[in-house]
């Protein structure tokens, strides 16, 4: 997925109200910057961090930049908008590109289904069960390689892992897709002292046969595509 517009780079200030940082742009002026992710952030948005942004012209849009990137040690990065990995597993869907949900014709986003909730995509194909795919953002990194998430808790991430194991006790095909959007990530395993409750709903839905699967992203100032699969941790996740 290419940035539709060049971004530039800025350092980063700070980063409140949960949609709103201040930044310096390189030619010295401070702006406001949307930040496109309604979570905690553990572990970025630090001030003084590099950070890359897609500047608009939009007249509908309060502000004139968008925060998508953050530079990390080691020449990684990290993607910010919360709101990539649905658009990039989307584009790997229709391109075939996430081998364990290939062979699906249709693939129909924000689906209804279970208790007043809606499913990221719905794979369809004649002859094969539906899939109920669910997608998190996943960027936080606390020790060594180990990707984790959630970053705070999220009782909406439980209800949907419940959805999800009431499909697969049921006889379909439901898929939770973590998609680590940094690229200093080689595995990945839950937070569970961060949200003790979406770890047991994690346990049990996988229990109950729904596929975990993860993914690694190819992250540029150009664009955040999809990259290969990383290995989930098998043990249990409630701690």
């Known amino acids: 997925m290419r940035f539709p517009t060049p971004l530039v780079r800025a350092t980063l200030l700070r980063r409140y109200k949960r949609f ?15 930040c496109p992710n309604p979570g905690s ?5 630090r001030p003084g961090a590099t950070v890359w942004l897609e500047p608009n012209d939009d007249p509908k849009k309060k502000l004139g930049f968008g925060w998508r990137l953050e530079e990390l040690e080691g020449g990684h ?19 075939g590109r996430i081998p364990a949900l290939a062979g699906y014709g249709t693939i129909r986003p924000e689906q209804r289904y279970g208790e007043n909730s809606r499913i990221d995509f719905l794979l369809s194909e004649p002859g094969r069960p539906d899939a109920f795919v669910e997608v ?29 194991a009431r499909i697969a006790q049921g006889g379909g095909r439901a898929v939770m897709l973590y998609v680590v959007q940094r690229s200093d990530c080689a595995r990945f395993r839950l937070a569970g002292d961060l949200d003790p409750a979406y770890a047991r709903a994690f346990d049990t839905a996988r229990a109950a046969g729904v596929e975990m699967l993860c993914h690694g992203t190819r992250i540029t100032t150009e ?17």
């Not at 709103?20 to 949307?34: K, N």
């Not at 606390?142 to 419940?162: I, N």
């Not at 664009?223 to 701690?239: I, K, S, T």
């Open 77 to 95: 990065m990290a993607g910010i908008d919360a709101g990539m990995p649905n658009r990039i597993g989307a584009e790997a869907l229709a391109e």
């Open 41 to 45: 952030m553990m572990g970025l948005a």
């Open 136 to 164: 998190k953002n996943v960027h936080l990194r606390r020790a060594d390689d180990w990707a984790e998430f959630p970053d705070c808790v999220t009782a909406r991430g439980t209800k949907h892992l419940h959805e999800l």
């Open 20 to 34: 709103l940082s201040d930044v310096v742009l390189e030619d010295g002026r401070e702006v406001v910057a949307h």
């Open 223 to 239: 664009g955040v595509w999809l990259d290969a699969p990383l290995p989930v941790d098998a043990a249990p996740q409630a701690r």
